[in-house]
């Protein structure tokens, strides 16, 4: 609804303007005034004009407000020096509002450009790891964003199924005595199968010839019985990425294994493409000098076999191919790579991907352990959540027992990591703090305890859905309380075009927060049930309930309605 007050805004300045016949091209940006005194929307674009009408900024906005007609949505227009403050008509404005909330509130018109979103991409040799999890949720939390935004978007996993890790994994099923545990999950299996044989490499070395042995036939021949294993440990461990993911409510579209670009023969043409570019010092590959990039860029071994960069490049043409936009998601230190492989597919005419780093997240010292030793698995760290959760709806709500307080433990141990993740930017090192991340003051469970406060309500109101009338008289009188909720509620889908074209996820989680904090105190200070303006204020407090709901959502994060 703020796009479209925008939207009225900037047609009428450009109709005063041209009243004045200022044919001067400018871009008109508006802004939230720190105080509402100084009104709902501003715009200082007087500034842009200055230079070129050679008059002073505040000159120029009280020529434009002498001329300026007030939009339908608009009460009035006042310049502060070469500010023009917008005050909204907040019962036609509200009203607008009020009607728009529907249960698909959110949800924009189509975009022309098509996406591709790839994130994750763990390799499979074991399961996710807590060194995975932020790529999984800020891509995932993403996706969700963009298709919000309109974007016809389909998200991509990278499967490394020809790697050296596989080959590693593959020696072991071949050369070690190891029984995979059919009670555990696959992935674990197989990520203690990769432990042993690092173990193994250390201790004789010589072993990395035969693995090295393992990878040049499999991606020169591919034999069938070798086929057979990388494709069993492979299978094996995404099997078990996928029922993480499902926990943590992440689906990738589609699985696109590195192999295909062997097989269908274009690594070949990729290495073709950048024939003129490279040269041959037993390994092939490319200078990167010229380009300020002190490190080369290796495209073929020794031996004749590709490496992951050059499998890369030719995944990165084929997305620039099947979708207008490409966008990957990586961690800070694939930042030299990244810039490698950019210059490489410039090289070749295809558009740079566009990237978003991520720092890193950690658990403080002591905080959980883990039970394999080898790494702090999600499963460990969803485990870990839920139980805490438990424990915190065990001492609030003793009342609630066996299935339904499992099932909302998961909601908020799940939504607890999620929104801990997802509510800081990606620059930003993470250290996970339990007591933040499960704080029914301050995180998410605080956020879905207003949708379930909202729900509440609304059944013990019998509350049935249907739309009140709506009349200025009755929304002219509204409360200060109502009308910042409103006005906070009609943000959210300038919040939802923003991150999309930002893609940044944060805005969102920090929207959903302040949405849930203005809710509660409505909530706490407003009386609904028997006030004289009962009808409309359950309409408020079911288009929260819809808008908090939907802004969760976007996140990947239940709202339960009991909590």
Same mark, same amino acid.
């Given at each position: 609804m703020? /796009? !479209?007050?925008?939207?009225?805004?900037?047609?009428?300045? &450009?109709a005063?303007?041209?009243?004045?016949q200022?044919?001067? *091209?400018?871009?008109?940006?508006f802004?939230?005034?720190?105080?509402?005194d100084?009104? $709902?929307?501003?715009?200082?674009?007087?500034?842009?004009?200055?230079g070129?009408?050679?008059?002073?900024?505040?000159?120029?906005?009280?020529?434009?407000?002498?001329?300026?007609?007030?939009?339908?949505?608009?009460?009035?227009?006042e310049?502060?020096?070469?500010?023009?403050?917008?005050?909204?008509?907040?019962?036609?404005?509200f009203?607008?509002?009020?009607?728009?909330?529907?249960?698909?509130?959110?949800?924009?018109?189509?975009?022309?450009?098509s996406?591709?979103?790839?994130?994750? +991409?763990?390799?499979?040799?074991?399961?996710?790891?807590?060194?995975?999890?932020?790529?999984?949720?800020?891509?995932?939390?993403?996706?969700?964003?963009?298709?919000a935004?309109?974007?016809?978007?389909?998200?991509?996993?990278?499967?490394?199924?020809?790697?050296?890790?596989? *080959?590693?994994?593959?020696?072991?099923?071949?050369?070690?005595?190891? &029984?995979?545990?059919?009670?555990? !999950?696959?992935?674990?299996?197989?990520?203690?199968?990769?432990?042993?044989?690092?173990?193994?490499?250390?201790?004789?070395? #010589?072993?990395?010839?035969e693995?090295?042995?393992?990878?040049?036939?499999?991606?020169?021949?591919?034999?069938? &019985?070798?086929?057979?294993?990388?494709?069993?440990?492979?299978?094996?461990?995404?099997?078990?990425?996928?029922?993480?993911s499902?926990?943590l409510?992440?689906?990738?579209?589609?699985?696109?294994?590195?192999?295909?670009?062997? /097989?269908?023969?274009?690594?070949?043409?990729?290495?073709? #493409?950048?024939?003129?570019?490279?040269? #041959?010092?037993?390994?092939?590959y490319?200078?990167?000098?010229?380009?300020g990039?002190?490190?080369?860029?290796?495209? /073929? @071994?020794?031996?004749?076999?590709?490496?992951?960069?050059? /499998?890369?490049?030719?995944?990165?043409?084929?997305?620039?191919?099947?979708?207008?936009?490409?966008?990957?998601?990586?961690?800070s230190?694939?930042?030299?790579?990244?810039?490698?492989?950019?210059?490489?597919?410039?090289?070749?005419?295809?558009p740079?991907?566009e990237?978003?780093?991520?720092?890193?997240?950690?658990?403080?010292e002591? +905080?959980?352990?883990?039970?394999?030793?080898?790494?702090?698995?999600?499963?460990d760290?969803?485990?870990?959540?839920?139980?805490r959760?438990?424990?915190?709806?065990?001492?609030?709500?003793?009342?609630?027992?066996?299935?339904?307080?499992?099932?909302?433990?998961?909601?908020?141990?799940?939504?607890?990591?999620?929104?801990?993740?997802?509510?800081? +930017?990606?620059?930003?090192?993470?250290?996970?703090?339990?007591? #933040?991340?499960?704080?029914?003051?301050?995180?998410?469970? %605080?956020?879905?305890?207003?949708?379930?406060? *909202?729900c509440k309500?609304?059944?013990?109101?019998?509350?049935?859905?249907?739309?009140?009338?709506?009349?200025? $008289?009755g929304?002219?009188?509204?409360?200060?309380?109502?009308? $910042?909720?409103?006005?906070?509620?009609?943000?959210?889908t300038?919040?939802?075009?923003?991150?999309?074209?930002? @893609?940044?996820?944060?805005?969102v989680? &920090?929207?959903?927060?302040?949405?849930?904090?203005?809710?509660?105190?409505?909530?706490?200070?407003?009386?609904?049930?028997?006030?004289?303006?009962?009808?409309?204020?359950?309409?408020?407090?079911?288009? %929260?309930?819809?808008?908090?709901?939907?802004?969760?959502?976007?996140?990947?994060?239940?709202?339960?309605?009991?909590?």
């Amino acid at each position: 609804m703020y /796009r !479209k007050l925008e939207n009225q805004a900037a047609k009428s300045v &450009q109709a005063a303007m041209k009243k004045l016949q200022w044919n001067v *091209a400018v871009n008109i940006k508006f802004e939230q005034p720190p105080s509402p005194d100084m009104g $709902d929307l501003a715009t200082n674009m007087a500034f842009q004009l200055a230079g070129v009408l050679k008059k002073s900024p505040a000159a120029i906005a009280e020529n434009i407000l002498g001329n300026l007609e007030v939009p339908p949505l608009i009460a009035r227009v006042e310049t502060r020096g070469p500010y023009l403050n917008f005050f909204i008509d907040n019962a036609k404005f509200f009203q607008e509002v009020l009607e728009s909330v529907d249960e698909g509130y959110g949800h924009l018109e189509l975009q022309e450009d098509s996406v591709i979103l790839e994130h994750t +991409s763990a390799n499979p040799n074991g399961p996710l790891h807590i060194g995975h999890i932020r790529n999984a949720i800020i891509g995932d939390s993403l996706a969700r964003i963009l298709r919000a935004g309109g974007y016809p978007l389909e998200t991509q996993y990278y499967v490394n199924d020809m790697g050296r890790q596989i *080959a590693m994994i593959v020696w072991g099923l071949q050369n070690l005595d190891y &029984q995979l545990n059919p009670e555990e !999950k696959s992935d674990v299996e197989m990520g203690k199968l990769y432990f042993q044989v690092n173990e193994a490499l250390k201790a004789n070395p #010589e072993i990395k010839r035969e693995i090295d042995k393992i990878l040049k036939i499999y991606e020169q021949e591919f034999p069938p &019985q070798l086929e057979k294993l990388f494709n069993l440990v492979v299978d094996e461990c995404l099997e078990g990425v996928k029922e993480t993911s499902q926990r943590l409510h992440i689906h990738h579209d589609k699985f696109v294994r590195e192999s295909q670009f062997i /097989r269908e023969g274009r690594v070949d043409t990729i290495l073709d #493409e950048l024939k003129v570019y490279t040269k #041959e010092n037993e390994v092939l590959y490319l200078d990167l000098n010229q380009f300020g990039i002190e490190k080369e860029l290796i495209l /073929r @071994r020794s031996d004749g076999t590709s490496l992951y960069s050059t /499998r890369d490049l030719a995944y990165h043409e084929q997305k620039a191919e099947e979708a207008n936009i490409s966008i990957d998601i990586l961690g800070s230190d694939h930042k030299l790579a990244l810039e490698q492989l950019s210059v490489a597919l410039e090289l070749i005419g295809c558009p740079r991907p566009e990237v978003i780093f991520y720092e890193f997240i950690t658990l403080p010292e002591g +905080s959980m352990s883990t039970r394999r030793g080898v790494f702090i698995s999600v499963d460990d760290l969803l485990d870990e959540a839920v139980k805490r959760a438990m424990n915190e709806l065990i001492e609030r709500r003793p009342e609630l027992v066996g299935r339904e307080r499992k099932k909302i433990a998961e909601i908020i141990g799940v939504g607890a990591i999620r929104f801990y993740i997802a509510r800081l +930017s990606p620059e930003k090192h993470v250290v996970f703090k339990w007591d #933040e991340a499960l704080s029914f003051e301050r995180g998410c469970a %605080s956020i879905q305890y207003a949708h379930a406060r *909202a729900c509440k309500l609304l059944e013990k109101a019998n509350y049935s859905h249907v739309q009140v009338e709506l009349d200025e $008289d009755g929304l002219n009188v509204l409360e200060e309380m109502e009308m $910042d909720l409103i006005k906070t509620i009609a943000r959210f889908t300038r919040v939802i075009e923003e991150s999309a074209e930002a @893609r940044r996820v944060h805005p969102v989680a &920090q929207y959903a927060l302040e949405l849930a904090g203005v809710f509660n105190r409505f909530y706490k200070s407003i009386p609904v049930l028997g006030s004289d303006a009962e009808d409309l204020r359950l309409m408020l407090v079911d288009k %929260s309930r819809i808008t908090i709901r939907n802004s969760l959502a976007l996140l990947g994060i239940e709202s339960p309605a009991s909590m």
